[in-house]
């Protein structure tokens, strides 16, 4: 029954880190086209002179995708191994990336001017991703819900599982044969001797 139940909970994290690895890798196709347009814009990367501002909103996309697909491949990881250090790892790298992610969104709703916190995006690219959630709003909106579920998912899957540690079978051949590490000390030790002589061995 234990180990049923830890294989349910590896599969609901695997899954869970599989739609944000699945967002990662869309992140990373997505601003490499983004590259290669700005790139076959410009004829060259220092084209417009070295004083030109750098796209950061396409380096910014890409360094994020590549983050995304870490915090999944650690989170597989964890969730194969059941190793505490590694799935303590991976539950403060979702943490924070939730907190950044709601950071950010505070900022959109709370702050009217939130535009001007980020520099000007000589590509473009910023004003085009804006005006297509805009347009997009309501599956925008649900493709972020089922974001930030999975990665809730996926931290309380781990938590979960690293509360309940790696599940071990009893590697002893018979419960005849077993006996405790420790002995009381009023036992008799009369009794050791009619025991078997691999008990006889375990018990010392």
Known sequence: ??????????????????????????????????????YNKTRG??????????????YTFLVLGVI?????????????????PCIS???????????AEAAITADVFLNKNWK???PRDPTGRLNEFKDFIDSNFDTCKWIGLTIVGSQGMAIIMAMVLRAMGPYREHDYDSDDDYIPARLPLLRNQQDIAYLSPTAQWKSR
Request: glycine fraction near 8%; hydrophobic fraction near 55%; aromatic fraction near 14%.
């Open 1 to 38: 029954m234990g180990r049923t139940i830890n294989l349910c909970l590896q599969s609901i994290l695997k899954l869970a880190n599989s739609v944000i690895g699945m967002v990662g890798i869309g992140m990373i196709l997505y601003s490499l086209w983004m590259l290669r347009a700005w």
């Open 45 to 58: 990367f220092w084209s417009e002179g070295p004083d030109s501002s750098s796209p950061w909103f396409i």
């Open 68 to 84: 995304l697909c870490v915090i999944a491949c650690s989170g597989h990881i964890a969730a194969e191994t059941v190793n505490g």
């Open 89 to 99: 790892c991976y539950m403060v790298f979702v943490f924070l990336l939730i907190i």
């Open 116 to 118: 001007e916190d980020f």
